[in-house]
């Protein structure tokens, strides 16, 4: 890996986190590195002036935060395929990031990448649009948003909690409607996230796999399901009288959903790089450690393993 043009993002607002990017700039400029720096947050948004301002191609993105943070990185830096080296500083549960124990000795990492003993995670994103009418109108009327975790239509409202009620398409098969508080599409990345806390299936992120799961559905026969990825998920807002529904893209609200509209959900065109530094990088570990995975109330040993 060269080390030329860096992108450094530190959660905003985290004391911490900015003092560990200053640190990082210093001693990436020292070995003649060109680094743009800046926060980001959900009143922050440094990438587009980044990659806007890059006069050549960006080689790494260093994400000091949490998983927020690491998201946001994903959604605006996979495209261009970017790797994105993320960092638990002042972030809570970490699923997306390194410890931070792995830049205590930051000029270590350095060496390391330029030597290229790194390994270099891929994982796979959604991407979504909002169609009119029928799935033959194949021109959007939206943006194409990104998403590494998960894609979710729920309404939003200031002074109400609504009930949504969706009704959900398969290639073009209507496969059910749901009423409740929405509706999630997910990779096997974001099984881990608002997924499993709606109750859906934990999905190794080395698979390719769309995880449709219903959030608090008004019948007791709803369940989640799991998808090939080539399976197009259409999604219809149906008797939305408050015009509320809205489109988020890992928690971010991405856009309003309108009668007559559908969101279009797929496996995006590119993937999100994640550099892994820890030489031992067990999912199962993280598994234990991060859902603190108890087991058996009663430990027993295991002797046959000898």
């Known amino acids: 890996m060269q080390l030329k043009n860096v992108i450094i993002a ?5 004391a911490t986190s900015r003092r560990w990017a200053e640190k990082c700039a210093r001693q990436l400029e020292d070995r003649g590195c060109k680094v743009l720096m800046g926060p980001s ?26 998983d927020g943070t690491a998201l946001s990185a994903t959604r605006h830096l996979a495209a261009d395929g970017i790797p994105i080296l993320a960092v638990n500083v002042g972030g809570h549960l970490g699923f997306l990031t390194e410890s931070s124990e792995e830049l205590s000795d930051s ?17 796979m994103m959604v991407q979504a649009s909002v169609y009119e009418g029928h799935r033959t109108n194949l021109d959007p009327v939206s943006d194409r948003y990104l998403a590494l975790n998960e894609m979710t239509v729920k309404p939003a409202s200031a002074d109400r909690m609504i009930t949504s009620i969706l009704e959900m398409e398969i290639d073009g098969e209507v496969v059910d409607q749901y009423q409740g508080d929405g509706l999630i599409v997910a990779t096997p990345t974001g099984s881990t996230s608002y997924t499993v806390a709606a109750n859906g299936p934990i999905v190794h992120p080395g698979m390719e796999a769309l995880v449709v799961t219903p959030i608090c559905p008004l019948s007791l026969s709803s369940r989640s399901i799991v998808l090939p990825p080539g399976s197009v998920v259409s999604i219809w807002p149906l008797a939305d009288n408050d015009l509320s529904t809205k489109l988020w893209m890992d928690g971010v609200m991405a856009t309003s959903i309108w009668p007559g509209q559908r ?15 820890r030489e031992n990088y067990s999912y199962y570990q993280t598994l234990r450690e991060k859902l603190q995975w108890a087991g058996a109330r009663i430990r027993y040993s295991n002797n046959h393993r000898n």
């Open 10 to 14: 530190h959660k905003a607002g985290d």
């Open 263 to 277: 969101v279009d959900v797929r496996v995006a065109d590119c993937q999100a790089k994640f550099i892994i530094l």
């Open 41 to 66: 947050g959900p009143k922050d948004n440094p990438y587009p002036v980044f990659l806007a301002s890059a006069t050549h191609p960006i080689d790494l993105a260093l994400v000091l935060g949490g």
């Open 107 to 123: 000029e270590r990492v350095w060496d390391r990448l330029l030597e290229d003993r790194f390994a270099v995670q891929t994982r």
